[in-house]
């Protein structure tokens, strides 16, 4: 299979799992905290993500420069401690079938932020596009009244929508990065971790699990097995 054909392939499955992550999300929130579903779902990712380099054989790719750490920490704090803080509060606030078609606007974000910061050009067509897309993100938002504007949880629609800023951040400010896509992924988690902790300790404790609460923070991030790091990702 040519890269092309992978990429397509990597895509569509990434489509087909993140498509189940909404009901996941608002099952578990029915038993944790935003911050605490986010603590046991960064716990579980650490796990996943470690275990994968271990099963690859690929442990000595944690071994990166010193550039490369910082970097991987320190979008640790957009990627998992802030992006899915807001996240899972958008989804405390909204209906599944609401925020998540609300968070998938982030390509279309990624595509606004690369202008200024990528240098990247965009034709008339594709803003064309992109406004398009915006349009439907507010028909989603109003559920139809666009004359009346009414918001089911404007808070909710604000964070969602943020939610995307801080993602295409993250993808872009790992653009350059040289060091091992999943390594790179689990230095983000275990650098994010302490910052979660701390978020919950400081308002909501430690989690206590129920059978569906622990399943679905072991399942929240599945779509990040599926797809490809940000890391060498060209917009």
Not at 46 to 72: D, N, P, Y
Not at 176 to 198: H, R
Request: net charge positive; hydrophobic share 50%; proline share 6%.
């Amino acid at each position: 299979m040519t890269n092309r054909g992978k990429a397509m392939a990597f895509g569509l499955s990434t489509v087909l799992i993140w498509s189940t992550v909404a009901s996941a999300f608002k099952i578990s929130l029915r038993h944790l905290t935003p911050a605490q579903l986010l603590l046991a779902g960064c716990a579980a990712s650490i796990v996943a993500l470690f275990g994968v380099l271990a099963f690859q054989k690929r442990l000595h790719t944690l071994k990166m420069s010193s550039r490369e750490l910082l970097r991987a920490a320190l979008l640790g704090i957009l990627n998992p401690f802030l992006y899915y803080l807001i996240l899972f509060k958008a989804y405390d606030l909204l209906p599944a079938q609401e925020a998540q078609p609300l968070n998938y606007t982030w390509a279309v974000t990624l595509s606004l932020l690369s202008i200024p910061l990528l240098g990247q050009k965009m034709t008339l067509r594709q803003l064309a596009a992109i406004l398009i897309s915006y349009l439907g993100v507010v028909v989603i938002s109003t559920h139809g009244d666009l004359l009346g504007m009414r918001f089911s949880d404007p808070l909710g629609v604000g964070l969602a929508l943020f939610s995307t800023v801080i993602w295409a951040l993250y993808w872009i400010f790992n653009t350059n990065s040289k060091c091992d896509p999943v390594a790179g992924l689990l230095v983000n988690f275990l650098a994010g971790f302490p910052l979660i902790l701390a978020a919950c300790l400081l308002t909501d404790g430690l989690p206590d699990f129920t059978g569906p609460a622990l399943l679905g923070s072991a399942t929240w991030d599945s779509s990040k097995w599926a797809s490809p790091s940000p890391s060498g990702w060209r917009p």
